[in-house]
């Protein structure tokens, strides 16, 4: 084969998906951007190509959905995509250090302080693919030693989130349930000297560490140290006045290492505890504990951590305790979609977005709500595996994913914004039989149609006297004349057949008889620069066939040449991609 004839193989692959993706007419625009990324040398002549492509184009558009599914299956266009994707989706995963199978135990400890995201689901969803893959054990622990962040919201929604997203932990616990325990291990690290209680002011603790200075409390008399530390843990210090430090080294390289807090005394109302325990330990004391006691042979968590290894370490060994693997790997957000909970939280406390589920954000509450299955997610980080290379993508690399998932299941109905009435001349269907997916294996409907429809204002603005388009499913119409009515202006077209022609554009229509009020709400980048952007969601009004009522708020459908979609309730969709 020529490289001509193979350039032209590949273009009408493009073309004969990308029509039957968008209810049977391909896209010049989309092609084309589909050409330049799956042949990037031909980008400098792609000029020359343009006219190849239209022709094709033209050709597959003129067909039928019979005829463009038979090439599409002459073509194996679909399952040689279907192979790619199965090839990419496979896990990334490396094989564990020192694992042993049927003895491996991982752990997922996200602090209920707010609400699951997609970081949150990579972490998990590789704690639980290792678990797996070695027949091992996979602990939910929640990280709960701060009351002043942690409410009991929260871990309802991190376990809904992970049930959705079918993380299926073999033990769920707290860390708080082991309170009394932290607490005599926090005892036995200030009696074996490798630890002391400071009574400094937090500003002078801030400027000895970075000035590398030893607090003066390290070197107290052994009789202080345990008076002190009984004051500690007995109640008679005031918040802030007293923390127990680690005894690291005040000159050391590595900041993490310059007497970090292991406990801190706080009054508030712990949302397990109540206001029993007022010393409550840090992560950085609390994380390496609870791994070991919990047998966790590899404990994976974000390179943000990565200096604090040699801490987690140190404690361990101080207290004689059993020391895990520790592995890392890069945190996970979109591009314009921060995880960060000091971005998220402001904008859920000041209004400025619905709640912790709005469709902007990347919490998997608003992930599912605006259309996003969990296997498309778990397929996608997947596909990223571990690295400590900074993962920051676009948020179209996880629509690729869902596009794949939601094709094969999605009903494609009608829908249009800015209805523009058109009124036919001499109509020759009352009636008409949709097929509900291109394959035909959703099903079909009956759609009510008169001498009144309504399609786009887009499409109608490029309607001029004399030109010809397809109203689609059904017949081609010419523009006759725009008449003025009582109500509003609209077009008169002329009926001219229903032979299917080359060259002439397919709108989306909504008959008068059989429709109903639509609205779509579109997410947009919810962050652009680092700032929050005001303009980040949009209202699409419309109408849509009144068959939309009949399918449960939750389904995903297909608004043809619109995009996918995510029923909600009273005539409202979320948008979820093209």
């Not at 890392?328 to 859920?348: A, D, N, Q, T, W």
Request: glycine share 6%; aromatic share 8%.
């Amino acid at each position: 084969m020529s490289m001509d004839d193979t350039i032209q193989q590949v273009i009408k692959k493009i073309v004969v998906r990308n029509a039957i993706e968008y209810g049977g007419s391909a896209r010049y625009d989309v092609v084309i951007s589909k050409v330049v990324g799956m042949m990037p040398d031909l980008r400098p002549q792609i000029k020359e190509q343009i006219p190849l492509i239209k022709k094709i184009v033209d050709e597959v558009n003129s067909l039928d959905q019979a005829d463009q599914e038979r090439m599409a299956s002459k073509l194996m266009v679909f399952e040689n995509v279907n192979k790619a994707a199965k090839r990419k989706e496979e896990p990334n995963l490396p094989p564990l250090q020192g694992a042993t199978m049927g003895r491996v135990v991982t752990r997922f400890p996200p602090e209920p302080n707010g609400y699951p995201h997609i970081g949150h689901a990579k972490a998990a969803i590789i704690d639980q693919e290792y678990a797996r893959m070695y027949d091992g054990k996979l602990i939910l622990r929640f990280d709960d030693t701060n009351p002043l962040n942690e409410q009991l919201e929260y871990y309802d929604a991190i376990s809904e989130g992970l049930e959705w997203l079918g993380i299926k932990p073999d033990l769920v616990k707290n860390t708080s349930d082991d309170i009394e325990l932290l607490q005599s291990y926090g005892r036995e690290i200030v009696m074996n000297g490798d630890a002391y209680v400071c009574t400094c002011r937090p500003d002078e603790i801030h400027s000895m560490r970075a000035d590398g200075v030893n607090c003066p409390c390290r070197s107290l008399h052994s009789s202080e140290r345990m008076t002190r530390l009984e004051k500690f843990f007995d109640g008679s210090f005031e918040q802030n006045e007293a923390i127990v430090r680690f005894r690291g080294n005040m000159s050391d390289q590595n900041t993490a290492m310059r007497d970090p807090t292991l406990f801190r005394i706080i009054d508030a109302d712990h949302p397990k505890l109540g206001k029993r325990i007022r010393a409550f330990p840090t992560y950085d004391f609390a994380a390496p504990i609870e791994d070991s006691i919990d047998g966790v042979t590899h404990a994976m968590r974000t390179k943000e951590y990565e200096l604090r290894n040699a801490l987690y370490f140190s404690v361990l060994r101080s207290l004689g305790l059993r020391m895990p693997i520790l592995l890392e790997f890069s945190r996970l957000e979109f591009e314009g979609m921060p995880v960060s909970k000091r971005k998220l939280k402001p904008l859920i406390q000041g209004g400025l977005v619905s709640g912790w589920d709005d469709p902007r954000l990347p919490t998997l509450a608003a992930l599912r709500k605006r259309g996003i299955l969990p296997e498309a997610i778990h397929k996608f980080v997947l596909s990223l595996g571990i690295s400590l290379a900074d993962t920051k993508p676009p948020f179209e690399s996880l629509e690729s994913y869902n596009r794949k998932l939601l094709d094969l299941k999605s009903l494609r109905l009608f829908f249009v914004r800015n209805p523009v009435e058109i009124r036919i001349v001499d109509p020759i269907l009352n009636k008409i039989k949709l097929k509900n997916h291109p394959s035909g294996q959703l099903g079909t409907r009956i759609v009510q149609v008169s001498d009144r429809i309504y399609i786009d204002k887009a499409d109608a603005d490029r309607l001029k006297g004399g030109q010809e388009i397809r109203l689609m499913e059904m017949h081609n119409i010419r523009l006759d004349k725009v008449t003025q009515g009582k109500e509003a202006d609209c077009l008169r077209v002329i009926n001219t057949g229903q032979e299917i022609k080359s060259n002439i554009p397919k709108v989306q229509w909504v008959s008068n008889d059989d429709m109903v009020p639509f609205t779509v709400i579109v997410p947009d980048k919810l962050f652009i620069n680092e700032e929050f952007n005001k303009d980040s969601l949009h209202t699409h009004n419309g109408i849509a066939e009144s068959y939309v009522s009949k399918v449960e708020a939750g389904s995903s459908i297909q608004f043809v040449r619109f995009g996918f979609c995510r029923l909600q309730t009273n005539g409202v969709a979320i948008y979820t991609h093209d």
